[in-house]
């Protein structure tokens, strides 16, 4: 007999289901279409064994196979190289962009000159001009340039001759107070302390009629001229450190606006190029030079050097009316430098960029600077590629890479390309990371950059395998524990150091005058002078790298890994990993420094830091309420709301940028960061204002009128500034 | 006996449901927490019959029932009346915001004077210096200030007179072209034709003395002198225009930065102010000093004005060795402005910006100006407000009311906040809407705005019914149909005419320095000559308004809803109702007007159109590419993506402008509007390279090398720019 169906059961069967399904759909299954956002730790795991030493081996090998000094057809060669890399990672889109730019170059046939005249006129010694191949077959190379400072001026000069030191203010400066002039006559310095273009420019405006550069053995040569290369990283004797003596940044003739077609171009004699003709020569040849100098007034204990001399200041010879002549015979010209720009679209915000750049063009072979940094950006580029490829994953964020053209003659194609998109960089750039020379020594990780990202970047290096045997052996198992051991922080011990952006590498447009949070990183070595010896000669090879710094590119894999974690994190991240009040800390610190030192000055001449005191005060207090009040109460399924709070947080640093520019540098922005005005190289916080305090000195109101009403009005507008950016980070308006 | 279950078809009906239930709770279920998201049309019915026409006559009549001069304390009782109204409708938040700025008062016991003197130095005449009380009670008060303009330099001078007409640069040409010379003279010229600032600067470069200004019969009292309030709009012969002088924007002390505590204040001399007195004066009082001029120099007939009286150019007087006498005694002093700022933060984007704005300080009782814009922008708040508070519905984007301080003394107010908060406005501003005198006439609309809002403002110009009883009869139902009928567009006569933004009001800052899309729209009257009669007067008064110009508030009426209408779409839509291609239309014309005019000059000094042409082809293009293609594609079920288009539509308009300022204007940003250099309140398209050409006239690069130099930068710099705003449109970088 069939059954009766039980209404009544199957009844609140189907309820309860009703209900269970219900709360099943609505709550038990995801709402995102397609889920290819996997957890960061996997992605970092995938990440990390993708990236493969042996590939930025290989890419370093051909990158240091050919000069390609910027604006010459090698160099096009290798930015098209990076594009077929891009291209062939996977990247989505890849633009090459050429900007025509001034640029500068020497006589391939005819090389500058350095002579030593006798009293009738007559040549005694001469250089050479060139540097000799010493190793690999690539020196060997026709298309390598004879020894030049890019930008020099044209011209033959000749006069006695002046020992200047390392041609810092300083050295100029005692020089002055113990009476000796350098007017009309040529300055001899050493590389080593501040940036070229900088000696350069105290000299002529001290009156000399020309600059010779040499690197001392003492500082790149301190073992002695037999450890050298080709068998250690050592100097050698005719080694010469190219560079470029340009004082501007980005293209000469077109400041501040993009070097586009129909532009508008400076007429050249208006840019910021040196008048006088300046060389650079080897310690070989400098010591001939400095050893022909009379004995009458001898150089202090600290300006004495590594060469068989002892070093004397000049300014006459030891046979009577000898003197130097100096032949240069430059070309400056419009030519083209490109950026390769490749871009991997983000999946849920691609209207937010990271960045990650180096430059491609060299000196000469560049196996360090750039090929170090420009073969782990390929492989980074190569594996984040790869990766969508494979598993068709991409970070929430866009990856821009980039490569720069013409960094080594002033970061011209960063700056032209930053120039260009300016306002889509300001709205959408998260960051920018750089590297330029990945590995200059094994010693430790050392990184610049702004303080919302200090925390970021040390748990990067809390990620990365120690690359060094010994430093693992002593229990120093990850890149972060060697850099804490060699290098922790003044402020706080626990942490390792970061430093300051200068302005050496193409981070400066992007942080300095656009606002964009930016990194700088490299491997560096413990006895650091300056620059590693072989920095900007013919004798940065593959095989320095390969064989003698990094043998297994160990230590190049752990700079691509760091950028790699660092790179996830902030493109992956929902809620960008920015330490705000760390920020806060940096400034309040740095407020107490200046406070210290010229508070008294200030009170006696009408200014106070009372109102920069009150914005640093209230910029703490504005960081930590969105850190501890706004942050955890976010609802982090809500886009739009997650949007916002990353606004903020990417925002804030350009708050801290002036539209109007620093006191007499409109060039640059960033009121907290800028390069120092003495030495490119180096950065001074608060720059525009230790600037006027150093112009100003002791004197008074009365005395200097201009200086101290620019203190007021920087003082008014830093003041401003850092509350107006505290101010962004609000719940509200 | 109990029936067995069947369990089969329990299962059955327990999958089934539980299927359902699982489909249900997936799609059935709308995912938004609380949907207030109702359709636009709905709000659109709903917020214009809360709009209340009474509300906005009662508000007119307490707003323009005191004298509420910038600074003093009746105008901190109007921003706080204004705050209080804006806390009962029902706003999220509400600030109260002082900016301590320079102002100007003059001496409230003992007035400014003109006389005009025999040749003893007798007084034959001299003016009041008060306007008289006519009607309303409120034009008796003490607080009514005697005559004036602000910022006018003080002291006493005495000279021959020179009738300059209305002050305009061709009208000093002409004096000086038949030798009458204004060097050691005062100048007296008529309001009506350009910013009364402009004529000052003119008789000041000119050498003149002082200036006196008045109101010709002719432009403000056409019918009659007994034709006049209190009995018409028109304007009585003791009547005086009151108004800044002032040629900057802002405090003067403070430019391109806020005027915060602690701010740096320029030394008054350097501010932009007049050096000479100046003083306005009643057209009875002008009749009398006119009258006595020598009938040496007749005026041109098209000088010839409405007074009982030959115009003559002086300077001598019939009397011989007479003169006139200017004694100015004005304060300038720093007082606290006030902006009133009213929030309703947005459902889905409350870091999104529509802002409302209107001016609430008046020179006497602002019963026009601004009194009926204040009513509107106060009834607004209310509306949007109170639906909140009723509903809980508020549009998907923030809402910001403003009412701004010290507009009439040179846009103080809404430059000074807009400088403080000019990152974040930036970043997240929409768009801003002016209203300033909501209503000087019952004739048509009249609307001024950026070519990518025509079309939103004409839409909303649909949805108003129109306020005039005999257009509604002649079949013009609508605001837009009048307007279309009344003021057609010359480029497209199915369209009505939309004006360029000049600065006559707070627009200036957030559309010409920030790049915010903005508008300025009031009900305007047919024959209008400069402003409406009673412009800056005492008879501004409650009468005016409720008795002659708008009984029933009907116009301001149609003005709120109108306003209305346009912040819900701003506001509301959830893709911004920009037009971009509008823009490439504008452009292109008015590089066609610009080409056919220079072209030949251009090329005969080496400056071309080329790239500039390139750039807005490329505008076009990239504007209809993002219309046609990219628009259409968007998936709007993704809030992002969404995101992403806005903030392309929005930020476009921030892309022509240049942060690094107009040719030698370095206040200005905005390449394409600007307001003229020689008018303050009318604007010209290209400002900066107009006034290029205007300065260069027919001279070439060999004779004005500067000058040709400045053009060619700055066609570089705006096709750079407009080139670069086309790429923001970009789907990708």
């Known amino acids: 007999m069939a059954q009766k169906p039980n209404w009544i059961l199957i009844c609140a069967a189907a309820v309860i289901c009703l209900i269970i399904g219900i709360l099943i759909g609505r709550y038990g299954i995801s709402n995102d279409k397609e889920d290819v956002s996997l957890p960061k730790a996997k992605m970092s795991a995938t990440l990390m064994e993708e990236i493969s030493a042996s590939n930025i081996g290989e890419y370093l090998k051909y990158l240091s196979s050919i000069p390609n000094l910027a604006g010459t057809p090698q160099d096009l060669e290798v930015a098209s190289w990076v594009r077929d890399r891009f291209i062939e990672g996977g990247l989505d889109e890849v633009q090459l962009v050429p900007y025509k730019v001034l640029l500068s170059y020497p006589d391939m046939s005819n090389p500058n000159q350095v002579s030593l005249l006798d009293s009738s006129g007559k040549v005694n010694f001469t250089t050479s001009g060139r540097q000799t191949p010493l190793f690999s077959s690539e020196e060997f190379s026709p298309l390598v340039q004879p020894n030049f400072n890019a930008y020099s001026a044209n011209g033959t000069v000749e006069g006695e001759l002046v020992y200047a030191n390392y041609g810092r203010k300083q050295d100029f400066e005692y020089l002055k107070s113990i009476g000796i002039d350098i ?12 940036f070229r273009g900088n000696i350069v420019k105290s000299a002529e405006d001290g009156g000399a009629l020309g600059v010779i550069l040499f690197s001392d053995p003492k500082d790149f040569a301190p073992e002695g001229r037999k ?58 040849e400098a010591e001939i030079l400095l050893r022909s100098i009379s004995t009458e007034n001898p150089a202090p204990e600290d300006w004495q050097g590594g060469l068989n001399a002892t070093y004397f200041l000049g300014s006459k010879f030891i046979q009577r009316k000898w003197s130097v002549r100096l032949q240069v015979r430059m070309t400056h010209k419009l030519a083209t430098a490109y950026n390769t720009i490749g871009i991997l679209y983000g999946r849920e915000e691609p209207d937010r960029y990271v960045l990650i750049g180096n430059h491609m063009d060299s000196w000469t072979l560049g196996g360090i600077d750039p090929a170090s940094g420009t073969s782990v950006l390929v492989e980074m580029a190569r594996t984040f590629g790869n990766i969508k490829e494979k598993s068709g ?10 490569g720069w053209g ?32 990945a590995m200059e020594g094994n010693y430790t990780l050392k990184s610049q950059t702004v303080p919302s990202l200090y925390s970021a970047i040390r748990e990067a290096a809390k990620m990365v395998p120690n690359p060094n045997p010994a430093e693992v052996k002593a229990g120093r198992k990850t890149v972060f524990d060697t850099w804490l051991w060699a290098n922790p922080d003044l402020n706080d011990p626990t942490q390792p150091r970061v430093g300051n952006l200068g302005s050496g ?30 920095y900007h000669t013919l004798y940065e090879t593959y095989h320095v790298v ?12 752990a700079v691509a890994r760091l950028m790699t974690e660092l790179t996830l994190d902030l493109s992956e991240s929902m809620v960008l990993p920015f330490d705000v009040v760390s920020y806060a800390h940096f400034l309040e610190r740095d407020l107490d420094k200046i406070e210290s030192r010229y508070t008294n000055l200030a ?16 910029f703490r207090n504005s960081t930590e309420y969105f850190t501890d009040i706004i942050l955890p109460r976010l609802d982090t399924s809500n886009p739009l709301a997650v949007r916002k709070i990353n606004d903020q947080l ?20 960033h009121i907290v960061f800028a390069p120092s005005s003495v030495d490119k190289y180096s950065s001074d916080t608060f720059a525009g204002l230790v600037d006027l305090f150093k112009t100003v000195g002791n004197q008074t109101e009365v005395e200097q009128p201009n200086t101290w009403r620019q203190i007021k009005q920087h003082l008014s507008a830093i003041s401003f500034l850092i509350g107006a950016a505290a101010d962004s980070l609000r719940e509200g308006f």
């Open 183 to 194: 007017r009309g006559r040529i300055v001899i310095a050493r590389y080593g302390a501040i």
């Open 227 to 284: 450890s050298v290369y080709p068998n250690t990283t050592r100097l050698p004797g005719m080694a010469v450190q190219s560079g470029s003596v340009l004082l501007g940044y980005g293209d000469p003739l077109t400041p501040l606006y993009p070097a586009l077609e129909g532009a508008y171009r400076l007429p050249e004699a208006e840019a910021p190029l040196p008048k006088i003709p300046v060389q650079p020569i080897g310690y070989d």
């Open 393 to 402: 994953w991409r970070p929430r964020r866009t990856l821009m890479f980039c």
């Open 406 to 437: 013409a960094e080594e003659y002033g970061m011209i194609g960063s700056y032209e390309w930053a120039e260009e998109h300016a306002k889509v960089l300001i709205q959408r750039a998260v960051a920018y990371i750089n590297v330029d020379s």
């Open 505 to 534: 590498s193409d981070y400066t447009v992007f942080s300095h005058v656009l606002g964009v949070p930016s990194v700088d990183l490299y491997y560096d070595y413990q006895e650091k002078a300056g620059s590693y010896p072989l």
């Open 546 to 557: 390969a064989n003698l710094m990094d043998p297994g590119f160990q230590f190049h894999l």
């Open 603 to 618: 009170a006696n001449n009408g200014a106070t830091f009372e109102y920069f005191r009150k914005a640093v005060a209230h």
């Open 650 to 669: 990417m925002q804030l640093e350009r708050g801290l940028v002036d539209p109007h520019g620093l006191p007499g540098r409109p060039e640059f922005n």
